[in-house]
């Protein structure tokens, strides 16, 4: 059921780019409103992104999803120079903090509304499509 999930809200080429890749951009929205980015690990399931970390539930990242649950989430890298090709994984979304139970670690799922890839398929022309909400749970 996770594959299918996955394949409603994420194509293949999306999937295996997301798969090669450790490493993301979290952007949140601080009290004030502004903008604040950081680093993060990551993993997709069930057509979701689910960031953990080391005392997740102390960040500042996690206190932000969980006043205003706004958040992007990014994932781009630079396949080549010669020609010259960047690729990319866009998803905007709310976002859920969720804290630590029973021995599980707290983590950040994000649900996609919106993804937006660049490099991947589509003969690597930029695409945007809206997903729609039931599809991520």
Known sequence: ????????????????????????????LGRDGAPQVRPVGFRVSAGVIHIGGYDLAATQKFRNIDRDPRAAFL???LASVEPWQVRG??????????????GVEAVIRIHPWRIITWGLDNGGRPSARRIDPAATG
């Open 75 to 77: 994932v781009d890298d």
């Open 1 to 28: 059921m996770t594959t299918d999930l996955n394949n409603a809200v994420f194509t293949a080429a999306e999937l295996d780019y997301l798969g090669t890749q450790r490493l993301g951009r979290l952007v949140t």
């Open 89 to 102: 994984v866009e998803v905007r979304g709310t976002g859920q903090a969720i804290p630590a139970t029973d």
